[in-house]
């Protein structure tokens, strides 16, 4: 079946620091691949996505970029702010009538002054 | 509006109390869903409406009975549930179709069963 594998967490890092935060994937299809961003207290907000290989999804200075090869979708920015400090699923789904996502885990980020 | 709306953000309630979650959204989606999350954990599926009919259920228990009355509005009724049940409660809409597929998901009902 189809599966996310994301990188334990926390994470923690200083403001202005670079970050990482490793995803890869299984699917039996050709996904569709998403970061998610979870504040403490609210649901999920969609941060980036990648539909093809190669694609790369960017938002408010994060990037990801979708490694068919090594079926990876690895988010990064290059320089973190304390306000990042959340919670980030990485998903995929595969094509279909409806956006029925398989979540990863989930990584914490905490990002001090 | 790119909104999705919960009511109420907090619940308690008893084994033995009925109550009901309410999500909607303005944005013309066709397709809504619930997911469960627990704490630390991802959210976990357990209904999809498409075109206001159940089309995805997750072998969810019949303690937990979905209602989608219109395009715009979604429920969650609860009856009978179990301390195990508590958890954040998301709805989340989409268009329902294509490949720019994205979820839109409400703020959650963060539900505590006593």
């Known amino acids: 079946g189809d599966s996310v594998t994301q990188m334990e967490g926390p994470v923690t890092l200083s403001e202005e620091a670079f970050l990482t935060i490793n995803c890869t994937y299984t699917?039996?299809?050709?996904?569709?691949l998403f970061w998610y961003v979870q504040y403490p207290g609210e649901g999920l907000q969609l941060l980036l996505k990648a539909t093809k290989a190669d694609d790369k999804g960017s938002n408010k200075g994060f990037e990801a970029t979708y490694r068919k090869e090594t079926t990876s979708f690895h988010l990064e920015k290059g320089s973190v702010q304390v306000s990042d400090s959340a919670v980030y699923f990485c998903a995929l789904r595969v094509n279909s009538g409806y956006s029925t996502l398989t979540f990863g885990k989930g990584t914490m980020l905490l990002v001090s002054p | 509006d790119t909104e999705v709306t919960q009511t109420p953000k907090h619940l308690v309630m008893g084994m033995t109390n009925k109550k009901s979650l309410k999500c909607e959204q303005h944005?013309?989606?066709?397709?809504m869903y619930w997911y469960k999350q627990k704490a630390k954990k991802p959210p976990e599926l357990m209904f999809v409406?498409?075109?206001?009919?159940?089309?995805i259920n997750e072998s969810v228990p019949s303690r937990f009975s979905p209602e989608c009355p219109n395009s715009s509005l979604l429920n969650l009724h609860l009856h009978a549930l179990q301390p195990e049940d508590s958890a954040l409660y998301l709805c989340?809409?989409?268009?329902?179709?294509?490949?720019?597929?994205?979820?839109?998901f409400g703020s959650g009902t963060q539900l505590s069963v006593l």
């Open positions: 989340a809409s989409s268009q329902g179709r294509g490949e720019d597929e994205k979820l839109f």
């Open positions: 944005m013309g989606h066709r397709a």
């Open positions: 409406y498409s075109y206001e009919k159940l089309s």
């Open positions: 699917a039996t299809g050709y996904p569709s």
